[in-house]
T-cell receptor
Framework: GDSVTQMEGPVTLSEEAFLTINCTYT??????LFWYVQYPGEGLQLLLK?????DKGSNKGFEATYRKETTSFHLEKGSVQVSDSAVYFC????????????FGSGTRLLVRP | NAGVTQTPKFQVLKTGQSMTLQCAQD?????MSWYRQDPGMGLRLIHY???????DQGEVPNGYNVSRSTTEDFPLRLLSAAPSQTSVYFC?????????????FGQGTRLTVV
């Protein structure tokens, strides 16, 4: 079945460092891809999304590009802030069933001042 | 705008007890889902609903029941709690089936079964 694999965490960075969190997927069709973020004590919030190959999702300085050839959707940010400390989840869904998300295991990011 | 509201936020149960986790959304969304979050495993789908009166099983449905009598509410029932059900539970809702549709999540219920 469909699945999502994320890099193990935690990832610890200094403020203003460059961030990459790797995400690869396995899917039989053409899924939509998402990054969700979970701040301490809160639920998940959508960070960005992409629905077809070569689409780039972006929000709050974060970017991810839907790479069909490498089945990847890596999350990047050029300069992280302490406030970016959170758990980041990569997820996919079928194009016609966005209410059935398949999540990766999550990557905890800690940004130090 | 309340969004998705889950109650309670925390709960401790004894093995064999029953309880209902409540979920309500005020966005008139057709689609609602329940997930559980366990360390190192991300979120896994328990049950989902595509509209009032319609529910279906997700990846890990055993030990859980759901019903959807109204658009707003989607309760999750544990009939006989087991320690393996210790987890954080999230309810989510969305407005459509398209790939661009965003899922909105509640703040979660942390359940401990002793």
């Amino acid at each position: 079945g469909d699945s999502v694999t994320q890099m193990e965490g935690p990832v610890t960075l200094s403020e203003e460092a460059f961030l990459t969190i790797n995400c690869t997927y396995t899917a039989t069709g053409y899924p939509s891809l998402f990054w969700y973020v979970q701040y301490p004590g809160e639920g998940l919030q959508l960070l960005l999304k992409a629905t077809k190959a070569d689409d780039k999702g972006s929000n709050k300085g974060f970017e991810a590009t839907y790479r069909k050839e490498t089945t990847s959707f890596h999350l990047e940010k050029g300069s992280v802030q302490v406030s970016d400390s959170a758990v980041y989840f990569c997820a996919l869904s079928d194009l016609d069933s966005s209410y059935k998300l398949i999540f990766g295991s999550g990557t905890r990011l800690l940004v130090r001042p | 705008n309340a969004g998705v509201t889950q109650t309670p936020k925390f709960q401790v149960l004894k093995t064999g007890q029953s309880m209902t986790l409540q979920c309500a959304q005020d966005m008139n969304h057709e689609y609602m889902s329940w997930y559980r979050q366990d360390p190192g495993m991300g979120l896994r789908l328990i049950h989902y609903s595509v509209g009032a009166g319609i529910t279906d099983q997700g990846e890990v449905p055993n030990g859980y029941n759901v019903s959807r009598s109204t658009t707003e509410d989607f309760p999750l029932r544990l009939l006989s709690a087991a320690p393996s059900q210790t987890s954080v539970y999230f309810c989510a809702s969305s407005s459509g089936t398209g790939g661009m549709t965003e899922a909105f999540f509640g703040q979660g219920t942390r359940l401990t079964v002793v």
